[in-house]
């Protein structure tokens, strides 16, 4: 019976937790809209303008260290197909050399009278 009354004590735990939750982002909500509302449109301003300046230099960081982290990933050792500075599109491997089996050596366009070329 214990485990049973846990199982069912599970959901209440977390409206509560929900409860409490919705209850702090209120209060919070309500102090900021206080606190907003006893500064000057001069000082709510300056902070946006703050705000934004530094959610720029948080963006120009996330960039750079995005650049240097795929640069690092395309010239890493353990990754030999990217660091290998050799195309794939090259004719240097085999296989690209074999005869293809499944073309069809009849061109239907070509040899039989030609649908599109006259």
């Known amino acids: 019976m214990g485990i049973m009354e846990k199982i069912r ?6 409206s509560e937790f929900k409860e409490k939750l919705k209850q702090a982002q209120q209060e919070m909500k309500i102090q900021n809209v206080l606190e907003e509302r006893q500064k000057s449109s001069n ?11 530094e ?3 948080y963006k120009k960081f996330l960039d750079n260290y995005r650049q240097k982290e795929t640069k690092e990933l395309w010239s ?13 599109l090259k004719n240097d491997r085999p296989i ?3 005869k ?3 073309k069809n ?7 039989q009278g030609g649908m599109f070329l006259k």
Do not use: H, P, T, Y
């Open 9 to 14: 004590g599970i959901g209440s735990d977390k």
């Open 105 to 111: 050596e009849k061109n239907i366009f070509m040899n």
């Open 76 to 88: 890493s050792k353990s990754n030999k197909i990217l660091s290998s500075q050799k195309s794939m």
């Open 55 to 57: 959610e720029a230099e």
């Open 43 to 53: 000082r709510r301003e300056v902070e946006r303008l703050l705000k934004k300046k």
């Open 96 to 98: 690209l050399k074999e």
């Open 100 to 102: 293809n089996i499944f």
